[in-house]
Each structure stands twice: as C-alpha cells, then as structure tokens.
Antibody, heavy 118, light 112 residues
Framework: EVQLVESGGGLVQPGGSLKLSCAAS????????MSWIRQAPGRGLEWVAN????????HYVDSVKGRFTISRDNAENSLYLQMNSLRAEDTAVYYC???????????WGQGTLVTVSS | DVVMTQSPLSLPVTLGQPASISCRSS???????????LNWFQQRPGQSPRRLIY???NRDSGVPDRFSGSGSGTDFTLKISRVEAEDVGVYFC?????????FGQGTKVEIK
C-alpha cells in the first residue's frame, strides 16, 4: 500500500522557519519525481516545488523562490521542504505528492497544516 | 504563468443527472512531445485532492467510468454521466505542461 505521511507543520511567527518532512512507502521512492503542493484555507491549490529523482533538478513557484528549499533522502525514502522567511500568505495545508504525468500512479499525502501568525 | 479558468464555479445537480465542468487555459497545453498534460482532481469535504483524469481523457485507477474527460489545446471538459451522492465536492483542473504547474479555481458540485 502506498503511503505518504507529512509531518512538521505547526504555528510559526512571521519571519520564522519550519521544515516539513514526508515519509514515503509502498513505491520506489528513488526513481520518482516528488512534489510539494499547498492549499490555503478555503482557497485553491498551488503547486509549490518539484524535485528530480537524484535531486539534481528542482523547480519552484515564484512566490517561494529564495525562501523555500525542496530536498530528499533516497536512503530514508523521505522528502523535505525547508521554509524560511515565512509570511502570513504561506499559511496553508502542505501536501507531499508523487506526481505522474503519464500514468495512473500519482499519490498524495493527507497534508500538514502550517500557520504563520503572530 | 498559465491561467486555468473553470466554469461554472458552483454546480447544483440532481442525483442521476449529468454534469459538466469547463476548463480553459491561457495558452496551449500541448507539450513538445505531443502530449497534453491536463488533469482533473476531485476534493471531497475534509479530504485530500484525488486525481480522476490525466492527459485529458485517461481515468486513474479505481475511478468510476461515469467520469470522462475531453478536449484539446486550450479547451477541456469533465463530464459526470450520472451524478451520485459521493460525487459532492470541489473539482479542479490542472495543467502539468508548463512550469509552474497551475490549477483552476475549483468548481463546487452539490446536490440540489
């Protein structure tokens, strides 16, 4: 059974930092692109970042460039999102996902809530 | 960024009746390899999004065949042939052709 379990969310003050983790199981993590997607409360979805299988290629949405860093540890089957200089508008549920553009094997986690507030 | 525009944003439907959601992109979603990476997602209340359709018209595993996708270029449609109570939720289109990948605003499907 495929599982993606996010952790690390919580309440943080504006300007603060937080690191999200995603533990993957049930599929071959090391051969999969991985992603973070977020959803602000009561709002739509935003694809935040992608990382290639070996970590050599990363893509970020403009709103987080220079502040967020996506990374992975294939030995631990884990995905990470380091979030710095957090703003109120970063408040959202953050989902870890294994995207699959061309086959029926795309998986999403249950999400972890990040709240940026003083 | 590619803007994805859905209509309608709210869709009251009668059980057993068909439903249709439109999605338009601000530029062509045809990738350099000829594929069109247009997906449809369902988000039931309190749940994570779940992909229903990928590459315009391919159903994901376990998705009932009452869901179908069609379209090309910049115009796409999700159809539910006969709406069931479990179909209530918000539906999003999403393009995976141009980075950053982007979503439509969502269409809320509810039972009349």
């Amino acid at each position: 059974e495929v599982q993606l379990v996010e952790s690390g969310g919580g309440l943080v003050q504006p300007g603060g930092s937080l690191k999200l983790s995603c533990a993957a199981s049930g599929f071959t993590f090391s051969t999969s692109w991985m992603s973070w997607i977020r959803q602000a409360p009561g709002r739509g979805l935003e694809w935040v970042a992608n990382i290639k299988q070996d970590g050599s290629e990363k893509h970020y949405v403009d709103s987080v460039k220079g502040r967020f860093t996506i990374s992975r540890d294939n030995a631990e089957n884990s995905l990470y999102l380091q979030m710095n200089s957090l703003r109120a508008e970063d408040t959202a549920v953050y989902y870890c996902a294994r995207p699959s553009r061309s086959s029926s094997s795309e998986y999403w986690g249950q999400g972890t809530l990040v709240t940026v507030s003083s | 960024d590619v803007v994805m525009t859905q209509s309608p944003l709210s869709l009251p439907v009668t059980l057993g009746q068909p439903a249709s959601i439109s999605c338009r992109s601000s530029q062509s979603l045809v990738y350099s390899d000829g594929n069109t990476f247009l997906n449809w997602f369902q988000q039931r209340p309190g749940q994570s999004p779940r992909r229903l359709i990928y590459k315009v018209s391919n159903r994901d595993s376990g998705v009932p065949d009452r869901f179908s996708g069609s379209g090309s270029g910049t115009d796409f449609t999700l159809k539910i042939s006969r709406v069931e109570a479990e179909d209530v939720g918000v539906y999003f289109c999403m393009q995976g052709t141009h980075w950053p990948w982007t979503f439509g605003q969502g269409t809320k499907v509810e039972i009349k």
